[in-house]
Nanobody, 123 residues
Framework: QVQLVESGGGLVQAGGSLRLSCVASGSILRINAINAMGWYRQAPGKQRELVAVISSTGNTNYADSVKGRFTISRDNAKNTVYLQMNSLKPEDTAVYYC??????????????WGQGTQVTVSA
């Protein structure tokens, strides 16, 4: 199993910043098999959407709505993925979920998910 521990969520005013962190732990062999690490979010009444993802080689992809404002990064030595969120808007309010995926030998198609952390941006 892989456990994901998230931190950094909270309440901020519009225009503010937050930095989310997600640390993966568990079986060393499984941790080392992680490929993609990413962040998803789900707002009330909406589908869960990909916010940003980063591959083991550093390739990134962002939702169009956060490009230029959010930055995803990872520290492989610490098994940690970060999401720096700047210029936050009320529309960014959602539960943010950390996700890790790897080869199908060790991982299901959906990988492992964190418990979710609430990000609330007030107007």
């Amino acid at each position: 199993q892989v456990q994901l521990v998230e931190s950094g969520g909270g309440l901020v005013q519009a225009g503010g910043s937050l930095r989310l962190s997600c640390v993966a732990s568990g079986s060393i062999l499984r941790i080392n098999a992680i490929n993609a690490m990413g962040w998803y979010r789900q707002a009330p009444g909406k589908q869960r959407e990909l916010v940003a993802v980063i591959s083991s080689t550093g390739n990134t992809n962002y939702a169009d709505s956060v490009k230029g404002r959010f930055t995803i990064s990872r520290d492989n030595a610490k098994n940690t993925v970060y999401l720096q969120m700047n210029s936050l808007k009320p529309e960014d309010t959602a539960v943010y979920y950390c996700n890790v995926r790897g080869d199908s030998f060790w991982f299901s198609r959906e990988g492992y998910w964190g418990q979710g952390t609430q990000v609330t941006v007030s107007a």
